[in-house]
């Protein structure tokens, strides 16, 4: 064979396999171009109609209600949409977007809850973040929805109205202000009413705003404990006198209310205020005698004088008391009756010692009137009151010298200022000699008060008792009272005719007296700065930001005694949340760890005690602070939905992707 002939068949071989595998891939290019033809076919037929617009509609009314307190995806109302193009092709796929009145994101849409917007058409609109009807009670939104297709088509936007319906999330503010300018003190915590205020005078009118509506914003007043001297009208919040027997200074000199400002929603809220009621006094005490025979108000006092005694010498101290204060309960003296029985007795008109001016002669009998009269000012003017005064003279005793002694020539004594008029403060104990028994029978041991800060504040009984004349008050006199008593002998108090002894002349001894006052929880905290503050705080403030240094207060109880004068500091309300602390020593403010967010609560309205640690009741006084919360840029921009659809076409120009996105 010829040596050619092997190298042929090769070549044959070889150009059969290559236009096999030629023809393989022309199949396969072929068969891969009808695929992509089919596909093609299936989402962009060349068939189509053109793409034509959807339709939108309200599921509902046009305006629709949500209360401001709906959680999180509750629905408001529904959207359904019509598209005449297949739903499975880009021209028949929409998507719904808030197109106007969405200002501050507290809406989005969400598929229904039984399917998906794409399969269904429809589309809620729910809350996304919490409703304030105070801040925003309407909505004017417009929805709008498009399809996918090259151009996208529209339909006519629908509007629906969203009217946030108000919920009971706002309790009553008292309005510090307008109760402040009701009052006589020109405070919003205290005033002052005269004791002898008609039934139904006005004391204070109350005011309180909240910022809810209908009955979550409807407020009516009441008390908590008036004890039935007051009474406030739930209406209008005026607090007047409800009996006038019950505002008597002389049995309780102050009424401590607690004022309630209550709305009429369900749940109800409160809120509370301490209000102070001072009773300004009135001259409605009258004078009444203590040194009588039988007792205080008997109305007559007899006295056996010895006509050995000497004109000036003391006769006795006529005591009356006056429960009434200050002017209206100081007592001055007077004697009255016939010139001849008058001129012989000397009256001190502010201490009351009676003095014989003139010998009293056997059997000379004396009466004359002693009048106490107070220093009432005003237009009730002065009371008075009168006891009869038998003066006699006896036979003298046998004469004999006799001395009188202080046991302690200085005495300290305390009081609690809280003490009644007529509390007995201490006795004087006084020696005398020669101790006879005659003696000790008939003659009289007379105390007097004669000098000293003191007078006027205290008396001095027979038996040498010191009680009190006035109310006391320790802060207008810190330093106590002095007191010089002076003791010496009076008038024979036997039964004239009668033997006995008598001075041979008057022995007069003195002691001086301190009183110091015992101090009691009687007066309430004051904040010395202004009652209602307002501060600022930005958002997202670290904890221990520093918001107030401190809250400026006094009480004016004394700082040695107890905890009567030892103030602290507490928020009693608004930060229930625990975004502050306050130091209970200072009042200083400062945030916690917890954060604040603006826009959950841009407002916080602090309620602070201050309280003493007095007993047995600590008395409270209240400050109002307003911290408003500065915004701060620490919202990101968010999506409206979670999930959001992309398509691509292979035959689009660059085969580049497309995104509807909100």
Known sequence: PSPLRPRRESDSKLAAQVAANAAARAADIARVAE???????????????????????????????????????????????????????????????ILTGNDDFVFHLVPPQEGDAKDTGRIDLAVLRPLDRERRAFYQLRVGVCDMGKPPLCASPQEVTVEVQDANDNAPLFNLSAIAASTNTGSAFETVVAEDSPVGAVVARFAADDPDVGNNGSVSFSLADSGDAFEIDATDGTLRTASRGLLDRELAAEHRLLVRATDAGRPQRVSELRFLVRILDRNDCTPTFVTVDGGKGHGRLTLMVDEATPPGALLTRLIAVDSDERLNGRVHYRLIGAPEATAQFSLDSRSGCLFLAAPLRRPATRSLFVEAIDSGVGRE???????????????????????????????????????????????????????????????????????GNGLGFFGVRDDGTLVTLQPLDREA?????????????????????????????????????????????????????????????????????????????????????????????????????????????????????????????????????????????????????????????????????????????????????????D
């Not at 005793?397 to 302690?408: A, H, L």
């Open 381 to 451: 003017g002065s009371r008075s009151s009168r006891i009869l005064l038998l003066a006699q003279s006896a036979a003298p005793p046998p004469r004999v010298p006799i001395f009188v002694v202080f046991d302690r020539p200085v005495l300290a004594l305390t009081v609690s200022e809280a003490a009644a008029v007529g509390t007995p403060v201490g006795r004087l104990s006084v020696s005398m000699t020669p101790r006879h028994s005659e003696f000790k029978a008939r003659q009289r041991l007379l105390f007097s008060l004669v000098d």
């Open 477 to 661: 006199q810190p330093s106590g009272y002095w007191l010089t008593v002076r003791a010496q002998l009076g008038a024979v108090a036997g039964v004239s005719g009668q033997p006995g002894l008598r001075q041979a002349e008057p022995r007069i001894s003195s002691c001086r007296v301190f009183i110091g006052l015992r101090d009691v929880n009687d007066n309430r905290p004051r904040v010395l700065a202004p009652l209602h503050r307002r501060l600022t705080v930005m958002e997202g403030a670290p904890a221990g930001r520093e918001l107030l240094a401190e809250i400026p207060a006094e009480d004016s109880d004394d700082p040695a005694v107890g905890g009567n004068a030892r103030i602290h500091f507490a928020i009693a309300a608004g930060n229930e949340a625990g975004h502050f602390v306050m130091d209970n020593r200072t009042g200083r403010i400062v945030t916690t760890a917890v954060p604040i967010d603006r826009e959950v609560t841009s407002e916080f309205r602090l309620t602070v005690e201050v309280s003493d640690s007095g007993q047995p009741q600590p008395l409270t006084a209240t400050a109002l602070i307003e911290v408003t919360v500065q915004d701060l840029n620490d919202s990101p921009p968010r999506f409206l939905q979670r999930i959001f659809d992309v398509w691509a076409y292979p035959a689009a120009a660059g085969n580049t992707s497309e995104t509807e996105i």
């Open 35 to 97: 695929q992509e033809e089919r596909l093609a076919a299936a989402l962009m037929p060349p068939s189509r109609p053109a793409n034509r617009p959807p339709t939108v509609g309200v599921l509902g009314p046009g305006q629709v209600r949500v209360s401001e307190d709906a959680p999180a995806d509750s629905r408001v109302v529904g959207f359904a949409a019509f598209d005449p193009d297949d739903s499975r092709t880009a021209n028949g796929r929409l998507q719904f977007r």
